[in-house]
Protein backbone atom coordinates (compact mmCIF):
# COMPACT_ATOMS: atom_id res chain seq x y z
CA UNK A 1 0.00 0.00 0.00
CA UNK A 2 1.09 3.38 -0.99
CA UNK A 3 1.64 6.31 1.67
CA UNK A 4 -0.92 7.90 3.22
CA UNK A 5 -2.39 10.01 5.78
CA UNK A 6 -5.62 10.17 7.17
CA UNK A 7 -7.52 12.67 9.14
CA UNK A 8 -11.56 12.89 10.44
CA UNK A 9 -13.55 16.54 9.98
CA UNK A 10 -15.07 18.11 12.53
CA UNK A 11 -18.34 16.80 11.59
CA UNK A 12 -17.47 13.73 10.91
CA UNK A 13 -15.94 13.12 7.42
CA UNK A 14 -12.99 10.78 6.74
CA UNK A 15 -10.49 11.78 4.34
CA UNK A 16 -7.09 10.67 3.06
CA UNK A 17 -4.20 11.73 1.34
CA UNK A 18 -1.60 10.47 -0.72
CA UNK A 19 1.95 12.36 -0.99
CA UNK A 20 1.51 14.75 -3.83
CA UNK A 21 -2.07 14.45 -4.43
CA UNK A 22 -5.14 16.05 -3.87
CA UNK A 23 -7.12 15.59 -0.42
CA UNK A 24 -9.72 12.99 -0.87
CA UNK A 25 -12.89 11.99 0.92
CA UNK A 26 -12.89 8.20 1.72
CA UNK A 27 -16.07 6.70 0.23
CA UNK A 28 -17.42 3.28 -0.96
CA UNK A 29 -15.54 4.16 -4.08
CA UNK A 30 -12.24 4.72 -2.63
CA UNK A 31 -11.30 1.05 -3.26
CA UNK A 32 -7.52 2.29 -3.84
CA UNK A 33 -7.53 2.86 -0.28
CA UNK A 34 -9.89 0.28 1.49
CA UNK A 35 -8.85 -3.03 -0.36
CA UNK A 36 -5.19 -2.98 0.21
CA UNK A 37 -6.26 -1.95 4.07
CA UNK A 38 -8.53 -4.30 4.80
CA UNK A 39 -6.02 -7.12 3.49
CA UNK A 40 -3.83 -5.65 5.77
CA UNK A 41 -6.07 -5.69 8.80
CA UNK A 42 -7.57 -9.52 7.91
CA UNK A 43 -3.66 -10.58 7.95
CA UNK A 44 -2.12 -9.03 10.86
CA UNK A 45 -4.93 -8.21 13.09
CA UNK A 46 -7.26 -11.11 12.85
CA UNK A 47 -9.20 -10.27 15.88
CA UNK A 48 -10.03 -6.86 14.82
CA UNK A 49 -10.74 -8.07 11.43
CA UNK A 50 -13.15 -10.61 12.85
CA UNK A 51 -14.30 -7.88 15.35
CA UNK A 52 -15.60 -5.16 11.95
CA UNK A 53 -16.55 -7.89 9.83
CA UNK A 54 -18.98 -8.93 12.64
CA UNK A 55 -20.45 -5.62 13.31
CA UNK A 56 -20.33 -4.20 10.03
CA UNK A 57 -21.60 -7.50 7.92
CA UNK A 58 -18.61 -7.38 6.33
CA UNK A 59 -18.75 -4.26 4.70
CA UNK A 60 -15.16 -3.37 3.55
CA UNK A 61 -15.75 0.44 3.26
CA UNK A 62 -17.42 0.39 6.92
CA UNK A 63 -14.67 -1.60 8.20
CA UNK A 64 -12.40 0.32 7.23
CA UNK A 65 -13.83 3.84 8.22
CA UNK A 66 -14.26 2.63 11.63
CA UNK A 67 -10.26 1.02 11.57
CA UNK A 68 -8.93 4.94 10.66
CA UNK A 69 -11.52 6.40 12.87
CA UNK A 70 -10.32 4.83 15.83
CA UNK A 71 -6.43 4.30 14.57
CA UNK A 72 -5.36 7.31 11.87
CA UNK A 73 -7.97 10.08 12.74
CA UNK A 74 -6.42 12.86 14.11
CA UNK A 75 -4.40 15.19 11.75
CA UNK A 76 -1.01 15.19 12.86
CA UNK A 77 2.22 16.16 10.17
CA UNK A 78 4.51 14.29 11.90
CA UNK A 79 4.08 10.97 10.20
CA UNK A 80 2.37 9.37 7.74
CA UNK A 81 -0.24 7.01 9.09
CA UNK A 82 0.63 4.46 6.29
CA UNK A 83 4.12 3.79 5.23
CA UNK A 84 4.81 1.37 2.43
CA UNK A 85 2.70 -1.12 4.49
CA UNK A 86 3.62 -0.02 7.81
CA UNK A 87 0.76 1.27 10.32
CA UNK A 88 1.40 4.16 12.20
CA UNK A 89 -0.93 4.19 15.14
CA UNK A 90 -1.69 7.49 16.36
CA UNK A 91 -3.44 8.09 19.80
CA UNK A 92 -6.68 9.04 18.81
CA UNK A 93 -9.10 10.89 20.87
CA UNK A 94 -12.13 9.54 22.17
CA UNK A 95 -14.84 9.91 24.71
CA UNK A 96 -15.28 6.04 25.42
CA UNK A 97 -11.21 5.93 26.09
CA UNK A 98 -11.05 2.97 28.66
CA UNK A 99 -14.18 1.71 28.58
CA UNK A 100 -15.10 0.77 24.66
CA UNK A 101 -15.55 -3.05 24.73
CA UNK A 102 -13.64 -2.76 21.21
CA UNK A 103 -10.23 -1.00 22.80
CA UNK A 104 -7.18 -2.83 21.95
CA UNK A 105 -9.48 -4.90 19.61
CA UNK A 106 -10.56 -2.28 17.11
CA UNK A 107 -8.73 0.63 18.35
CA UNK A 108 -5.26 -0.19 18.58
CA UNK A 109 -5.15 -3.60 18.04
CA UNK A 110 -3.02 -6.28 19.30
CA UNK A 111 -1.79 -8.54 15.70
CA UNK A 112 -0.80 -12.14 16.38
CA UNK A 113 1.97 -13.38 14.48
CA UNK A 114 3.29 -16.06 15.77
CA UNK A 115 6.84 -16.26 16.55
CA UNK A 116 9.33 -19.50 17.93
CA UNK A 117 10.84 -18.71 21.39
CA UNK A 118 13.77 -18.39 19.48
CA UNK A 119 12.94 -15.71 17.13
CA UNK A 120 11.79 -13.80 19.95
CA UNK A 121 14.98 -13.83 21.73
CA UNK A 122 16.65 -12.64 18.49
CA UNK A 123 14.13 -10.20 17.46
CA UNK A 124 14.27 -8.77 21.56
CA UNK A 125 17.73 -8.37 21.16
CA UNK A 126 17.86 -6.69 17.61
CA UNK A 127 14.82 -4.20 18.64
CA UNK A 128 17.30 -3.34 21.45
CA UNK A 129 19.77 -2.32 19.18
CA UNK A 130 21.91 -5.45 19.41
CA UNK A 131 24.18 -6.37 15.87
CA UNK A 132 23.68 -9.76 14.38
CA UNK A 133 27.30 -10.27 15.99
CA UNK A 134 26.33 -9.44 19.61
CA UNK A 135 23.31 -11.19 19.12
CA UNK A 136 24.88 -14.48 18.24
CA UNK A 137 27.49 -13.76 20.87
CA UNK A 138 24.75 -13.21 23.43
CA UNK A 139 22.82 -16.08 22.56
CA UNK A 140 25.63 -18.59 21.72
CA UNK A 141 24.47 -19.19 18.25
CA UNK A 142 26.19 -18.79 14.87
CA UNK A 143 25.81 -15.24 13.34
CA UNK A 144 24.26 -16.76 10.64
CA UNK A 145 21.74 -18.68 12.36
CA UNK A 146 20.49 -15.32 14.05
CA UNK A 147 20.51 -13.79 10.29
CA UNK A 148 18.30 -16.44 9.37
CA UNK A 149 15.90 -16.20 12.09
CA UNK A 150 15.89 -12.29 11.60
CA UNK A 151 14.60 -13.17 7.99
CA UNK A 152 12.61 -15.64 8.69
CA UNK A 153 10.69 -13.00 11.30
CA UNK A 154 10.66 -10.25 8.41
CA UNK A 155 9.19 -12.70 6.02
CA UNK A 156 6.30 -13.34 9.15
CA UNK A 157 5.80 -9.56 9.48
CA UNK A 158 5.60 -9.17 5.75
CA UNK A 159 8.27 -5.99 5.56
CA UNK A 160 11.04 -5.82 3.16
CA UNK A 161 13.90 -5.31 4.87
CA UNK A 162 15.24 -5.96 8.37
CA UNK A 163 15.08 -2.32 9.61
CA UNK A 164 10.98 -2.23 9.15
CA UNK A 165 10.91 -5.27 11.60
CA UNK A 166 11.92 -2.54 14.42
CA UNK A 167 9.08 0.11 13.07
CA UNK A 168 6.66 -2.46 12.71
CA UNK A 169 7.09 -4.31 16.13
CA UNK A 170 7.14 -1.22 17.77
CA UNK A 171 4.37 0.66 16.12
CA UNK A 172 1.73 -1.26 15.34
CA UNK A 173 1.03 -3.30 18.50
CA UNK A 174 2.54 -6.85 17.48
CA UNK A 175 2.71 -9.02 20.31
CA UNK A 176 5.64 -11.20 20.85
Do not use: W
Request: net charge positive; aromatic share 8%; hydrophobic share 35%.
Amino acid sequence: METVEFHVSPDGKVYYQIPGKEEKRLTKFSTEIISPLITIIRNRFPECYARLATLYKENAYQMADRFIRCNFGEHDLLTEDIEEDILNFEEVRCPLRGVCQDERIICKPKSLVRLSKCEKEVVKLYLNGCTLDSIAEKLRKNRSTVKSQLLRVRDKLGVKNCREIIKVLRLGGFLL
